[in-house]
């Protein structure tokens, strides 16, 4: 079929054709958005789960819904080699102009930039030749002590006042969070206590790996009290078939139900998955029905490109002692194994691998569900490492 009508589209955040089985999780962002703009306390969010469940895909709809609740919105992807503050510093000037272009810029916007221009200033960041545009001078004593504990709390306060001033609010979209410093995650928490402390127009929603409540946890013991943790896993059986289905049948096209339940199996409901099959079964297709056997002349090339391009990247990136951790958990299969099964697997004492296990776990390659378990972050790489090391 025309590959130029082909509804799917597999990529890192690509936008489904149609969002299913997310439903609850929209509903929360737009329940916080509504309570935030009247001055209610709500919780924030933090997505949980594993590669390729589409929780990049619903930060970037949570932001479309914020916006049609005319908040002003900053979608941000943490990195490990860069800071919050320089994350956010472009971010939020951006922010405070565009607050500025409502009207003169008054007293609360003008302290706004104020405490940014002390916040750049004491952590010495280096965010570009940033110009300010007005003739504003740094505020001493706020936000400028270099420490982002005390510092983000007073910048996120200057910024919500000012949004407040306006009548408006902020939504701050942060995806890959567990990259970020244990620090700059606690000043986040922090920051967020003193929003609901003082009920400022300012919402946090996250998304990351399902070590992130770990994470967040560890650093402030009080976190669970300003935030929601949805976790987002892979689609029922039913869902996978609408994920599939829906979008091809105003095209004149169907997926039949044995068909359906092949790509349910070799996906596991997995959406990145989802979509990658539907992208090629469509076209492979010749014809408007789309059945058991195409699914199966289909299946090598998904495979093929999965390796090549989802699977590879990250195996690329591990030692090879890391990369025999992984093979040794392959082998036992895809679900969590104790941590003396694999060193058993190994042939290793246990104590020799807590090195390889914390650089996997930094990498965002494994975690932990439970005390003294790992598990894979990326479904289905237990059959990629099977494939990649068969002679291991």
């Not at 997310?22 to 949980?48: M, P």
């Not at 916040?119 to 740094?138: H, N, P, R, W, Y």
């Not at 829906?246 to 996906?267: H, Q, S, W, Y």
């Not at 390659?365 to 494939?387: K, N």
Request: aromatic fraction near 8%; charge should be neutral.
């Amino acid at each position: 079929m025309d590959p130029l009508q082909n509804p799917f589209s597999p990529g890192a955040g690509a936008p489904p054709p149609e969002i299913v089985g997310r439903d609850s999780v929209l509903n929360q962002s737009r329940v916080l958005f509504g309570r935030i703009r009247q001055r209610k306390a709500e919780k924030s969010l933090l997505l949980t789960g594993l590669r390729g469940v589409g929780k990049t895909v619903l930060l970037n709809a949570m932001e479309r819904i914020a916006e049609e609740e005319k908040y002003k919105t900053i979608l941000l992807e943490a990195q490990e080699d860069k800071s919050l503050g320089a994350l956010l510093v472009p971010a939020l000037r951006r922010l405070l102009f565009s607050l500025s272009y409502l009207g003169k810029a008054g007293e609360k916007v003008r302290r706004g930039f104020a405490v940014l221009k002390s916040f750049v200033s004491a952590i010495k960041i280096k965010v570009g030749d940033l110009e300010f545009g007005l003739d504003i001078e740094a505020e001493r004593g706020a936000a400028d002590s270099g420490d982002i504990a005390s510092d983000l709390p007073n910048l996120f306060q200057a910024i919500a006042e000012a949004a407040q001033a306006y009548h408006t609010a902020i939504a701050i979209f942060i995806d890959e969070i567990q990259c970020l410093r244990l620090s700059e995650i606690s000043a986040l928490i922090m920051s967020m206590h003193k929003m609901q402390q003082r009920q400022l127009p300012l919402v946090l929603i996250g998304a990351g790996l399902p070590i992130l409540p770990a994470l967040v946890g560890e650093s402030k013991t009080y976190a669970e009290r300003l935030f929601n943790f949805p976790e987002i896993g892979p689609l029922s059986a039913s869902d996978a078939g609408r994920a599939l289905n829906d979008p091809v049948k105003p095209l004149g096209v169907m997926f039949t139900n044995d068909a359906l339940n092949e790509i349910f199996r070799l996906t596991q409901g997995y959406p990145y998955f989802l979509q990658e099959w539907g992208y090629q079964c469509w076209n492979y297709a010749q014809k408007p029905k789309i059945d058991l056997e195409l699914v199966k002349d289909t299946t090598p090339d998904v495979i093929k490109r999965l390796d090549e391009n989802f699977f590879r990247v990250r195996f690329d990136r591990l030692t090879f002692a890391e990369k025999n951790y992984l093979r040794a958990m392959a082998k036992l299969g895809p679900f969590a194994h104790r941590s003396g099964e694999i060193a058993a697997a190994l042939g290793v004492k246990i104590s020799s691998l807590g090195p390889v296990r914390a650089n996997l776990i930094t990498k965002g390659m494994i975690y932990s569900p439970v005390h003294g378990e790992m598990a894979f972050t990326v479904p289905l790489f237990d059959e990629f490492m099977l494939r990649a090391m068969p002679d291991s």
